[in-house]
C-alpha cells in the first residue's frame, strides 16, 4: 500500500457521512471534492489557454496536472490561485465558491518554481514573513516557525541565509513557507525542476512522506511525466487547455484513452491498423506497416466496427527478445510473434533497448531489464531474434 492511501483513507472517511472508508474517494459518489472547477475557460484574445475544464480534486490527494508547454498548465494554477480571474466557469475549495475571492483571501498557498526567498533575510524569517503579515502574535509565529523547520528537516539551519544553501535545502525553505501557514490547498509550481537528478528523485519521496504526514491537499503542476508518475495518487494530463485522461498513474499508463496519452506517457510503439476481425472479445486488426494482423483485447471499452481504422499502441518493456522462437520456449500460444533483426542497440546499466527492424522494414523498440550479471550481452547487433508479447499487452486506442 503506498503511503498516500492511509491520507486518503482518513480523508474520505472524514468527507463522507455513510460510515464507509474509500481508499478512492474519486470513485465514492458520497465523498465531496476538496476542489472543484466546473467549466472553467480562460482566453487572452482569441488564444483559449484553458478550455471547459471540469475536474474534482479529493482532501488528502498529491494531484499531479501533467502537460507540454503551452499546454495551459501553469495557466490553471494561476486561475486555482486566485492571480487570473476566469473568462467563465467556476471554482470551489472545500465547498466554497472562490471564482470572485482574491489571492490572499483564499485557503490556498503557492510554491514557485524559483522558491522566491528573500536573499537579506535568515530562514526562519524567511518562513515566518507570511505571518507576520497577517499579524499573527509573535510566540505562535515562533512555534509554528520552528515546528514547520523541524518538519522539513532545517531547523538546524534556521539562521543561515538563502545564499548558504545547497538547491535542495532552498527547496525545502520554500516548501515550510508555503505550509506554515496551514493552507486547505497547497499548490506548486514544478517544484523540483531546480533540482539535480539524483537529488530530484530523493526529494520525491521526501515530499511524499510530508504530504502524508501533514494530510495537506497538494496539487503540482509538472512537464515531468516521470516526477508526476512517481508523486502523484491522480494525473490530469493536459493538451491544448483540456484534459485528455484524468485517473491514476497506473490507469494512465496501462490504459491510455488514446493516441495522444500512449505517445506522450512513456514510450510506445505505435501502429494504424484496420479491424478486420471481432470475436468474443478479441479485436484482429490489419497493421500495412507489419504486413501482419495483430490480435488486441478489446476490455471496458467500445468494439470497434469492422474495417473502421484504430491505432495500436505496445509498450517496449512488454515485448519480450529472444535469439529462439517462443513456441521452442513452451509459449507460444496467445501471443503475437515478430521476427526481426536488432540495427540498434543502447546499454543503460539497469535494462537494455533493443531496435528490432522487421521484414516489413518497420523498427519496434524493446527494452529488457538486465537481470544477470554479465559484461556480456545476449543479444547483440545485427543479430536474428524473435520478438513476442502477450495479446493482452496489446492496447487498443481511440483515434
Known amino acids: 500500500m503506498k503511503k498516500h492511501d492511509k491520507s486518503l483513507m482518513t480523508a474520505t472517511a472524514q468527507a463522507s457521512n455513510q460510515g464507509a472508508v474509500h481508499p478512492e474517494p474519486w470513485l465514492n459518489p458520497d465523498a465531496r471534492p476538496m476542489v472543484e472547477i466546473r467549466g472553467l475557460t480562460k482566453r ?85 514573513y507570511g505571518l507576520k503579515k497577517e499579524r499573527v502574535p509573535g510566540a505562535q509565529i515562533r512555534q509554528r516557525v520552528g515546528d514547520i523547520l523541524e518538519t522539513v528537516k532545517m531547523g538546524h539551519l534556521a539562521k543561515r541565509k538563502p545564499g548558504t ?24 509550481d514544478e517544484p523540483l525542476a531546480a533540482l539535480d537528478k539524483k537529488l530530484r528523485e530523493h526529494t520525491q519521496f521526501e515530499l511524499m512522506n510530508l504530504q502524508d504526514e501533514l494530510g495537506i491537499t497538494f496539487v503540482v503542476v509538472t512537464h515531468d511525466q516521470e516526477e508526476a508518475m512517481i508523486l502523484s495518487t491522480r494525473i490530469a494530463v493536459m493538451n491544448h487547455g483540456r484534459f485528455e485522461q484524468i485517473g491514476t498513474p497506473s490507469e494512465i499508463y496501462e490504459y491510455p484513452k488514446n493516441r495522444f496519452i ?98 516489413s522494414g518497420k523498427i519496434l523498440q524493446v527494452s529488457a531489464q538486465n537481470r544477470v550479471r554479465t559484461a556480456r550481452k545476449t543479444v547483440e547487433w545485427d543479430d536474428q531474434v524473435f520478438i513476442s508479447w502477450d495479446i493482452r499487452s496489446t492496447i487498443l486506442l481511440e483515434v
Request: aromatic share 8%.
Open 262 to 359: 500512449a505517445d506522450f506517457i512513456g514510450k510506445a510503439n505505435l501502429l494504424q491498423a484496420e479491424v478486420t476481425a471481432v470475436k468474443n472479445g478479441i479485436v484482429t486488426a490489419f497493421s500495412e506497416e507489419l504486413g501482419a494482423e495483430l490480435d488486441a483485447c478489446a476490455v471496458g471499452q467500445q468494439v470497434p466496427a469492422m474495417g473502421s481504422r484504430v491505432w495500436i499502441a505496445v509498450r517496449p518493456e512488454k515485448i519480450f527478445i529472444s535469439k529462439e522462437s517462443p513456441a521452442e520456449q513452451g509459449s507460444g500460444g496467445g501471443r503475437t510473434v515478430f521476427r526481426g533483426t536488432v540495427e540498434g542497440l543502447g546499454y543503460f546499466g539497469n535494462l537494455s533497448i533493443y531496435r528490432v527492424e522487421l521484414a
Open 44 to 128: 487572452y484574445g482569441d488564444t483559449v489557454a484553458v478550455n471547459r475544464a471540469d475536474l474534482k480534486i479529493y482532501k488528502g490527494e498529491l494531484f499531479s496536472i501533467l502537460g507540454a508547454s503551452g499546454s495551459g498548465k501553469s495557466t490553471l494554477l494561476r486561475l486555482l490561485a486566485g492571480f487570473e480571474a476566469p473568462s467563465e466557469g467556476s471554482i470551489l475549495i472545500d465547498g466554497v465558491d472562490m471564482t470572485a475571492v482574491p489571492p490572499y483571501e483564499r485557503p490556498v498557498n503557492i510554491m514557485f518554481q524559483s522558491y522566491a526567498l528573500f536573499p537579506h533575510m535568515t530562514v526562519e524569517q524567511n518562513v515566518a
Open 165 to 188: 544553501l545547497s538547491g535542495g535545502e532552498s527547496q525545502r525553505v520554500a516548501l515550510a513557507r508555503a505550509l506554515v501557514k496551514q493552507p486547505k490547498l497547497l499548490l506548486l
